[in-house]
């Protein structure tokens, strides 16, 4: 007899929820101000990754946000922190793992 069992389910259909919106955003700094700029990056929970640069964009910062309106008071946020002259965001529509 069984008496009973159950179900798990993994990733996007346990949660009952769309996929969390990525993006990735170059940021051009001012000056030499590049490691304030980054501490100030770390503290967004926003922020999944840093990765220094050369070239126009000092900085590439992986984003992950729950929803997009989540996502875009995080845009709000990184792009108040004192230091960025500009950025670019991008994103992340598809990812295909090789």
Request: glycine content about 12%; overall charge positive; cysteine-free.
């Amino acid at each position: 007899m069984i008496a009973g069992y159950t179900l798990v389910l993994g990733g996007v259909a346990a949660a009952g929820a769309a996929p969390p919106v990525r993006a990735l955003m170059t940021i051009a700094v001012d000056g030499n101000r590049a490691p304030e700029v980054l501490r100030a990056l770390r503290g967004q929970p926003s922020v999944r990754a840093l990765h220094k640069t050369n070239g126009r964009w000092g900085i590439v910062a992986e984003l992950q946000a729950e929803s997009l309106e989540a996502f875009n008071t995080a845009l709000g946020g990184i792009r108040l922190i004192d230091g960025i002259l500009q950025s670019e965001t991008n994103l992340l529509l598809v990812s295909e793992r090789f």
